[in-house]
């Protein structure tokens, strides 16, 4: 009887820390988009304002051993990598709005 509330104490810590270290991927992999989402917009932005350019529509980023796609549009980044597609609604300021699809 004892063994066994050992192992499912052992049991229940270890998916806790599992759930855990996803969620730190996880938060990882967002920031890591995002900085390299912004990076993109300013870019694009300043081809089309400075240089009266068309900025590249997509991108290809690697991110946590992960491909990310960036795609630019005129008001919005979408980002779609392995946890799904994260928006970033952009203006004149930065980041406006956050959304996942």
Do not use: N
Request: with cysteine; hydrophobic share 45%.
């Amino acid at each position: 009887m004892f063994t066994a509330a050992v192992c499912a104490a052992c049991t229940a810590r270890m998916d806790a820390w599992i759930w855990l270290k996803r969620a730190q991927d996880r938060s990882v992999w967002e920031l890591s988009v995002i900085d390299q989402a912004k990076a993109f917009w300013h870019e694009g932005q300043t081809m089309k304002l400075c240089d009266r350019k068309q900025p590249e529509s997509l991108r290809q980023v690697q991110i946590q051993e992960d491909t990310v796609e960036l795609e630019y549009q005129d008001t919005a980044i979408r980002c779609t990598g392995k946890y799904g597609t994260l928006v970033l609604f952009m203006d004149f300021t930065g980041i406006s709005a956050v959304h996942w699809d």
